[in-house]
């Protein structure tokens, strides 16, 4: 998507309230929304994780464990999230499973992340114009590097990822206790 692209706008609440070019968005710190998705292998032990380019308009050069995209004028979260999986990382045809929507205020980037999850053993070819290198990594490293402040992870992915982490938690938990 270039500058001159229209994406939705959002208001605080969610709902789409009309549309602006990406570069106004991001001038001016507008709502918007992402679709975004975690690839796990087809053991979910694995996570895709991806240095973005230098050259991105926004975070350049971090990691980030999400592959997606703004919303742009028209289109759905999950419309997004297929088109940025198979732009940025190849894959398409996949099932996606839907996490949680999160809405993220860091000024200047005031985004609602909806996430989504899939599997996938197969190849992963990149989009060299946005990503500029990745690697699997186990559940564990991730986690254990985004508890590392000074790793350069982009900041709006760290909190959805913090986010998963607490929804596999809460799927682990057992509500009565131990099983007896």
């Not at 999950?78 to 894959?91: I, K, T, Y």
């Not at 996949?94 to 053993?121: G, K, Q």
């Not at 900041?155 to 206790?177: I, V």
């Amino acid at each position: 998507m270039n500058a001159a692209e229209l994406v939705a706008v959002y208001d605080a609440n969610g709902e789409v309230v009309g549309s602006a070019t990406r570069a106004r968005m991001r001038a001016e710190g507008l709502w918007h929304a992402c679709g975004a998705v975690l690839v796990r292998s087809a053991d979910g032990e694995r996570v895709y994780v991806h240095r973005r380019t230098d050259t991105k308009d926004v975070y350049p050069g971090m990691h980030d464990c999400w592959a997606g995209g703004v919303v742009a004028a028209g289109e759905t979260p999950r419309e997004c999230a297929e088109r940025e999986l198979a732009e940025e990382l190849g894959v398409s045809g996949v099932a996606l499973t839907p996490l949680f929507v999160l809405p993220i205020d860091l000024p200047p980037v005031r985004v609602h992340m909806s996430a989504y999850e899939t599997r996938w053993d197969g190849p992963i070819v990149t989009q060299a114009a946005e990503i500029a290198s990745g690697e699997w990594m186990t559940v564990a490293d991730l986690r254990a590097r985004l508890a590392d402040p000074a790793w350069p992870f982009v900041p709006d992915g760290r909190l959805a990822a913090l986010e998963w982490f607490r929804g596999l938690w809460r799927a682990r938990r057992r509500p009565w206790g131990p099983a007896g």
